[in-house]
C-alpha cells in the first residue's frame, strides 16, 4: 500500500476534462499524426496510470502502524491552514518529458509541497538499502541527500509543480503532441489549486486511485511569483 497527496482536476473544470481528453484509451482517444495508436499507448501508460495530477507529496509507503486515520489527520492539519492560489499553466519540456506548468514559479505551490512533505514525514516507512541505491542512479549529490532525507529526490528547492503530459518522446513525436495540445492549452482558464487529494496504490504497479479531496480551506491570498 502507498499513499500520495495530489492536486487531482475536478471532471467538471476545462483542465479536468483536457486530461480525459488526452489520457482517453478508447475510440475517443485524439488522432496524433505519425504516431501510432500502440506507441501513443507506450507515451501514456505512466501517466494513466498515476492520474491526471500534479503531485505535491510523491507516494510513499507509511510505516507498519500509520493507518488512512492518519494520513488524513496530517494533510487536513496542512489544508485547514492554506489558501487556495491560481496561476496560467503552459506547455513545458521538463526533464526530458512534456508537462503543464506554471507559466510563472511561484511560492505558493512549493511552499504547499514542503508544507505536506514535512507533515508526513514521520508517518513514512523509509526506503531499504536496496531501493535508495536503484533511485539514486543519474541523481546528482544534493539530490541523493534529499532521497535519503525525504524518500524522493524532488522536494524542497528541487520542486517543481507539474501535471505529466507523457514519458520521454523523439522530437517528432513531441512536436506531434504540441500540435494537439497547444490549441487547447491556450484556452484554459487559470488554474484553481484548492484542494488537496490524497491518492492511494493498493496493489505494486497499480493504478493510484482517489480515495479523498479535501479543500484548502484558509482564506485566499494571491498567487506571488
Known amino acids: 500500500m502507498r499513499y500520495a497527496i495530489y492536486f487531482c482536476p475536478t471532471g467538471d473544470g476545462a483542465l479536468g ?19 501510432s495508436a500502440e506507441r501513443r499507448n507506450a507515451l501514456l501508460v505512466k501517466v494513466r496510470r498515476y492520474g491526471w495530477h500534479a503531485t505535491i507529496r510523491a507516494p510513499f509507503t507509511p510505516m507498519g502502524n500509520v ?24 506547455i513545458h519540456r521538463l526533464a526530458g518529458f512534456l508537462a ?6 511561484g511560492l505558493a505551490p512549493r511552499q504547499l509541497a514542503a508544507t505536506c512533505l514535512k507533515a508526513l514525514l514521520p508517518l513514512c516507512a523509509p526506503l531499504s538499502n536496496v531501493v535508495m541505491d536503484r533511485r539514486s542512479v543519474g541523481l546528482d549529490a544534493d539530490e541523493i541527500a534529499l532521497l535519503r532525507d525525504y524518500g524522493y529526490p524532488y522536494v524542497l528547492d528541487r520542486y517543481r509543480f507539474h501535471l ?39 496493489m505494486p504497479d497499480g493504478a493510484f486511485e482517489l480515495v479523498e479531496r479535501i479543500p484548502l480551506c484558509a482564506p485566499d491570498m494571491e498567487y506571488t511569483p
Open 17 to 35: 476534462r483536457l486530461g480525459h481528453d488526452w489520457l482517453a484509451s478508447s475510440t475517443d482517444a485524439p488522432e496524433l499524426p505519425g504516431i
Open 67 to 90: 493507518t488512512y486515520a492518519d494520513v488524513r489527520r496530517a494533510i487536513t492539519s496542512v489544508a485547514h491552514a492554506r489558501a487556495s492560489f491560481e496561476f496560467p499553466m503552459h
Open 100 to 105: 503543464l506548468r506554471p507559466c510563472v514559479d
Open 164 to 202: 505529466t503530459l507523457s514519458a520521454p518522446a523523439t522530437e517528432f513525436e513531441e512536436q506531434a503532441m504540441r500540435q494537439w495540445l497547444a490549441p487547447r492549452v491556450a484556452e484554459l482558464p487559470s488554474t484553481r489549486v484548492d484542494a488537496l487529494s490524497i491518492c492511494r496504490e493498493v
